[in-house]
């Protein structure tokens, strides 16, 4: 028998369970190891289509979201001893035998996978601080000048939405190198009425919009909606970065805020002395039994968290003040492919015909052994979504 079983933890809502049934058929294929799925049953909508099923009983007066952090932050206290456990949330899907090497990267107490941002950006998800609210309200009135002074905007056309997408995914992989780009834009410049990217996106200069090649508008004249935003609000575009930024001079896409660590600061008395720490994600993890003491300390911090009212219902916040409670800051992180990010919001996370993923346009690439679909989970017409259902189109049916 080997020493190595993976681990889920769902509870509640049907599309949690069901995304968690769709996520074992890949890894039951794919892994030699036994899976385990550990669930309050008394909580869920719908059955676990599996038979490797611990029950465990959560307090009655927690949330089905809180329950399923107690199970999941609990697991070292409901497993068997004597095995090395990988967690899996059930978004994360197996693409390929390589899922079963994650055991090999077993490092200290316990071992994560970075996150996809920092802890600044971090921060408004994990704390009640205004600066969520504020941003939301901030987007909401540029959204509304945009639809203003750009009318088409409204207009969402599935195929031309794809095709935007696609287009600046051109312009992100063109921007990882300077030359490429710096001739594209000579080339941009200098065109007369048309410029050709390729063979299906043009931009047409008299009209100010990219079109395809049939003359369908994929991008709107944004160069005018800039100007009269900024001619009417105190929202400011900056054309090198292409970001707005509001009076503040805050990047009004891209919210940040300190208040994560001071809250862990105030509550545990745990400083975390890097402002721009790379937090771990909890998608993914490594523990045993010499995981006990860090384990405990995690669980008791959400716990606790419960209870506070400046802290929403997650996981991270209090796994960053234990990995510095604990002095795990710098401890190895687990390899991407065990834990690929995949956002859908983020222009730079894509894939190739050939099955290469990256999260920075190609500037690196590889191939995920589990991937992390972490919103828009089910999501048809996105190229990622596609090619995991395909995949799983491939599998073989079980009886």
């Known amino acids: 028998?080997?020493?190595?079983?993976?681990?889920?933890?769902?509870?509640?809502?049907?599309?949690?369970?069901?995304?968690?049934?769709f996520s074992l058929r890949y890894l039951q294929h794919f892994s030699a190891n036994e899976i385990i799925v550990v669930t309050d049953s008394s909580r869920n909508e719908v059955p676990v289509m599996y038979e490797n099923v611990a029950d465990v009983k959560a307090p009655e007066n927690f949330t089905n979201h809180q329950a399923s952090i107690y199970l999941k932050t609990g697991l070292h206290k409901f497993l068997p001893k004597g095995f090395l456990y990988c967690y899996l949330d059930t978004d994360v899907v197996a693409l390929s035998k390589e899922c079963d090497d994650v055991f090999n990267y077993k490092k200290g107490a316990v071992t994560f996978a970075a996150d996809h941002c920092r802890l600044p950006a971090f921060s408004p998800n994990a704390v009640k601080c205004d600066c969520a609210v504020k941003n939301r309200k901030d987007m909401a009135e540029l959204e509304t000048l945009m639809g203003k002074y750009d009318p088409a905007r409204k207009l969402k056309d599935p195929v031309m939405e794809k095709k935007k997408r696609e287009l600046i995914k051109k312009f992100e992989i063109i921007k990882q190198n300077k030359f490429d780009y710096l001739l594209l834009v000579i080339r941009f410049v200098t065109a007369w009425k048309k410029f050709k990217l390729d063979d299906d996106t043009f931009y047409d200069r008299k009209r100010k919009v990219w079109v395809d090649a049939e003359g369908r508008v994929i991008i709107t004249p944004a160069e005018n909606m800039f100007k009269d935003i900024e001619k009417n609000s105190h929202w400011r575009w900056n054309q090198l970065t292409r970001r707005w930024y509001g009076p503040d001079g805050k990047d009004v896409y891209n919210l940040k805020c300190p208040h994560l660590a001071e809250y862990i600061y105030n509550r545990f008395g745990i400083e975390v002395k890097d402002k721009n720490f790379q937090h771990w994600n909890g998608g993914v993890f490594l523990f045993d039994d010499s995981s006990q003491e860090f384990m405990d300390a995690w669980f008791n911090k959400t716990m606790q968290i419960f209870t506070y009212p400046e802290w929403m219902t997650r996981d991270q916040g209090t796994l960053i003040a234990t990995a510095w409670e604990f002095g795990l800051q710098n401890n190895s992180l687990l390899p991407q492919k065990f834990n690929f990010i995949a956002d859908y919001t983020s222009q730079r996370v894509m894939m190739d015909e050939n099955g290469n993923f990256s999260d920075d346009a190609f500037k690196t690439k590889l191939r995920p052994a589990l991937i992390h679909i972490y919103h828009n989970f089910g999501m048809k017409g996105w190229d990622i979504w596609d090619y995991v259902e395909q995949l799983g189109n491939q599998l073989p049916v079980e009886v």
């Open 1 to 21: 028998m080997s020493s190595n079983k993976f681990v889920f933890v769902v509870c509640g809502a049907k599309e949690h369970v069901d995304t968690l049934n």
